[in-house]
């Protein structure tokens, strides 16, 4: 099976956020995702009294950023590579970088 593209995991995070609303509960955030790569670029993820807003581009005021490559994103989404281990330096995160804990809420399997 080939390995997804951020596209594709991003779409995916659209359609899993909206199925299982648990996930963003109580989080008032806004996420910069800048990836590397061939199909690289950025999104970001909007979470505020609610709603979710996921996207292609740059996010105002981001609460926190992060940074890797399309291979880690890749990683993260199948369980290969957990939240925990995304911290010990497969993702660059400014900000508030305990929210790196949603990574694995928002990606993994």
Do not use: C
């Not at 989080?27 to 790569?37: E, I, K, R, Y």
């Not at 291979?71 to 900000?95: K, N, P």
């Amino acid at each position: 099976m080939p390995t997804p593209s951020p596209q594709e995991l991003f779409d995916r995070l659209v359609a899993r956020l909206a199925a299982e609303p648990y996930r963003t509960a109580g989080l008032n955030a806004a996420f910069q995702f800048d990836v590397g790569g061939p199909a690289g670029g950025r999104w970001y993820l909007k979470a505020a009294h609610g709603r979710v807003q996921v996207g292609h581009g740059l996010v105002e005021r981001p609460t926190m950023t992060a940074r890797m490559s399309q291979a880690v994103l890749a990683d993260i989404a199948s369980g290969r590579l957990s939240g925990e281990d995304a911290f010990r330096g497969a993702v660059q995160m400014e900000g508030e970088t305990t929210l790196g804990v949603y990574l694995g809420e928002f990606f993994g399997p």
